[in-house]
T-cell receptor, first 110, second 115 residues
Framework: QQKVQQSPESLIVPEGGMASLNCTSS?????YFWWYRQHSGKSPKMLM???SNGEKEEGRFTVHLNKASLHTSLHIRDSQPSDSALYLC??????????WGSGTKLIIKP | EAGVTQSPRYAVLQEGQAVSFWCDPI?????LYWYQQPRDQGPQLLVY????????NSQLPSDRFSAVRPKGTNSTLKIQSAKQGDTATYLC?????????????FGHGTKLSVL
């Protein structure tokens, strides 16, 4: 059973639109959430991380975290074709085990 | 800062053949990970090291896979007798320390096709 669930599996958003991606951990022993982005044929690169309740914004990207429900979401406003990628969510434990989700494939349609 | 270096970039094998992947982590990173990533899926941990010690290899198919990091720097992952189900990209990643807030840096990966 996947301990980090991501939804949706795939998402098509028009250029300039808002993309919203979700991630929930069923393992309560996690204390840090990560979002990585992986362009086709490339390696994953860390996009944002969050460990406190609330939200964190960096440019067009906003991450929310609800620690009570262990749910995080990533929102991309004014989506660009270059945002098309596989978005991976991971949760880390204090012993530094990283639990990865299966990813959301985001396609931005020009 | 130099990134994580992996070689080779690609490998194509027949079933039953052996292959080795090599990884050079970022200098000063004591933690090194090997992941298997099937196409369009998330990475799946195979093994990770802190310095030269194996911390977790519970997901490594030990009958055919082996991994070493003898001096706590470079690492080699070997598949003894490849199967078609091993077709995937093999990613190496490194990080500093063992705190849960340390990000991972990935190499470009080795894309393996087993025919």
């Amino acid at each position: 059973q996947q301990k980090v669930q991501q939804s949706p599996e795939s998402l098509i958003v028009p250029e300039g639109g808002m993309a919203s991606l979700n991630c929930t951990s069923s393992d309560r022993n996690v204390d840090y959430f990560w979002w990585y982005r992986q362009h086709s044929g490339k390696s994953p690169k860390m996009l944002m991380s969050i460990f406190s309740n609330g939200e964190k914004e960096e440019g067009r990207f906003t991450v929310h975290l609800n620690k009570a429900s262990l749910h995080t979401s990533l929102h991309i406003r004014d989506s660009q074709p270059s945002d098309s990628a596989l978005y991976l969510c991971a949760a880390s434990k204090s012993n530094y085990q990283l639990i990865w989700g299966s990813g959301t494939k985001l396609i931005i349609k020009p | 800062e130099a990134g994580v270096t992996q070689s080779p970039r690609y490998a194509v094998l027949q079933e039953g053949q052996a292959v080795s992947f090599w990884c050079d982590p970022i200098s000063g990173h004591d933690t090194l990970y090997w992941y298997q990533q099937p196409r369009d899926q998330g990475p799946q941990l195979l093994v990770y090291f802190r310095d030269e010690a194996v911390i977790d290899n519970s997901q490594l198919p030990s009958d055919r896979f082996s991994a070493v990091r003898p001096k706590g720097t470079n690492s080699t992952l070997k598949i003894q007798s490849a199967k078609q189900g091993d077709t995937a990209t093999y990613l190496c990643a490194s990080s500093r320390g063992q705190l849960s807030n340390e990000r991972l840096f990935f190499g470009h990966g080795t894309k393996l096709s087993v025919l």
